[in-house]
């Protein structure tokens, strides 16, 4: 074999391993419902009403050693909306608000992520709600990583807003001193996750 052949056999191999190493850097976190609040809160004449999503599902590809390299995606069931009253739920899913008939889920899914010191992140991403998707960003702040038993977790809040007439949702009603709704959404999302295990370790291989 010439040295040739030998510095490009070397070069492939280095090359395959950096690949493996990067694939490796990714550890899979899949949102754990029973323990995640995906919730919100409005304006409702003088007061607030708060409001949570009970179905959905989300996955988060972390990169701790490149953050930048992480990755998260959610859809929640629109359908699955709760604020403790069954007819102003049955409301919010007609066509006067979400149309969950016509758009079943809302969605958002990351294109950027960047690091902004103290465990804060800057989460760019298409957000998808009653048909628009727009890019917008979130501040997302991690709370850490822990284990119980052999199930490792990790824990991140998301306190941000959005107008919701961006998105198409614009039904209101006039009242005496104004509207018996804000635009203005406050989201609250705490997020619990559970580490997947890799397809390899479930099979044995």
């Given amino acids: 074999m010439t040295r040739a052949s030998r510095l490009g056999i070397l070069a492939l ?12 850097a990714d550890e899979t976190f899949a949102f754990d419902k029973n323990h995640t609040l995906v919730g919100f809160r ?3 004449v003088v007061s607030k009403v708060e ?35 069954p007819d102003r739920d ?14 079943p889920t809302i969605s958002f899914k990351s294109t950027n992520v960047e690091p902004q010191g103290n465990d804060v992140y ?6 998808t709600m009653h048909g628009v998707t727009k890019s917008i960003q979130i501040p997302v702040k991690s709370t850490g990583f822990a284990k119980t038993g052999k ?12 107008n919701r007439k961006d998105y198409g949702i614009t039904w209101n009603r006039a009242i005496d001193q104004g509207m018996l709704l804000g635009d ?3 989201l609250n999302i705490q997020v619990e996750a559970n580490k997947k295990e ?8």
Avoid: C, M
């Avoid at 191999?13 to 490796?24: E, P």
């Avoid at 199930?151 to 959005?162: R, S, V, W, Y």
């Fill in 198 to 205: 890799a397809e390899a370790a479930k099979t044995g291989g």
């Fill in 51 to 85: 409001g949570r999503f009970r179905d959905f599902e989300g996955v988060i590809a972390i990169d701790r050693q490149n953050p930048s390299a992480s990755r998260v995606e959610l859809t929640i069931q629109a359908a699955s909306i709760d604020t403790g009253a």
């Fill in 13 to 24: 191999v280095l090359a395959t391993a950096g690949i493996s190493s990067a694939a490796a």
């Fill in 151 to 162: 199930t490792e977790k990790a824990g991140f809040e998301i306190a941000t807003g959005l």
């Fill in 184 to 186: 203005d959404v406050e």
């Fill in 122 to 127: 800057r989460v760019t991403g298409d957000f």
């Fill in 90 to 103: 049955n409301h919010l899913r007609s066509a006067d608000f979400f149309d969950v008939a016509k758009y």
């Fill in 42 to 44: 409005i304006r409702h």
